[in-house]
């Protein structure tokens, strides 16, 4: 089966910088739109930032100029570097991806574990 596996999350200060990673395993023909969401308590999952195959990313308002999302199709991975983090930034951010697996090539979404990140003084 396929699985995405996110690491990077960890408590940091205002101002401070993190650095997700979401890395897809398994047998799969393509991985296509990849995405980072996340989810305080109390509130609905909201997007982040979402990118393309071909790399052409969109950011939430609240985190542009920010954070900025990349990937390496040779590694089948997606990072999420975080700058200028804030309070208002702390959540679960779960790691979202578009996969076409082997023929007959059904297109299938997954979701990674989820990985804390809350900035506080």
């Known amino acids: 089966q396929v699985q995405l596996v996110e690491s990077g999350g960890g408590l940091v200060q205002p101002g401070g910088s993190l650095r997700l990673s979401c890395a897809a395993s398994g047998k799969f023909f393509n991985v296509n739109d990849m995405a980072w969401y996340r989810q305080a308590p109390g509130k609905q999952r909201d997007l982040v930032a979402v990118i393309t195959r071909g790399g052409s990313p969109n950011y939430a308002d609240s985190v542009k100029a920010r954070f900025t999302i990349n990937r390496d199709n040779t590694k089948n991975t997606v990072y999420l570097q975080m700058n200028f983090l804030k309070p208002e930034d702390t959540a679960v951010y779960y790691c979202?991806?578009?996969?076409?697996?082997?023929?007959?090539?059904?297109?299938?979404?997954?979701w990674g574990q989820g990985t804390q990140v809350t900035v506080s003084s």
């Open positions: 979202y991806a578009k996969i076409a697996t082997i023929p007959p090539y059904r297109e299938k979404d997954y």
